[in-house]
Nanobody, 125 residues
Framework: QVQLVESGGGLVQAGGSLRLSCAAS???????MGWFRQAPGKEREFVAA????????FYTDSVKGRFTISRDNAKNTMYLQMNSLKPEDTAVYLC???????????????????WGQGTQVTVSS
């Protein structure tokens, strides 16, 4: 098990950028990781996933071309670079992790068993 702590959220104008970080308490090597978001009154939504090595990534359609997920296993940290932000990107962003033994990507929230507390991202119009 790892403990996850997100940071980097904030208030930004539409068209702006933010970079979120997710720091793992232990080694992140061997863990598939992902970003999800949840807006008030809405269900948790998948945003992006990355496999344990960082060699494969996957995005939900609404963020393709705008968001980039990456990781630095030497620093036990995952990132989400968010560009061209839109008001509809406003949500609490959560990172998730699960120990895996392959290069699998995980895109469903019920596939993860380690979660951070989340960081608020607010995009003003």
């Amino acid at each position: 098990q790892v403990q996850l702590v997100e940071s980097g959220g904030g208030l930004v104008q539409a068209g702006g950028s933010l970079r979120l970080s997710c720091a793992a308490s232990g080694r992140s090597l061997g863990y598939a990781m992902g970003w999800f978001r949840q807006a008030p009154g809405k269900e948790r939504e998948f945003v992006a996933a990355i496999n344990w090595s960082g060699g494969s990534t996957f995005y939900t359609d609404s963020v393709k071309g705008r968001f980039t997920i990456s990781r630095d296993n030497a620093k036990n940290t995952m990132y989400l670079q968010m560009n061209s932000l839109k008001p509809e990107d406003t949500a609490v962003y959560l990172c998730a992790a699960r120990r895996v033994y392959s290069t699998i990507l995980l895109a469903k929230s019920n596939e993860y068993d380690n979660w951070g507390q989340g960081t608020q991202v607010t995009v003003s119009s």
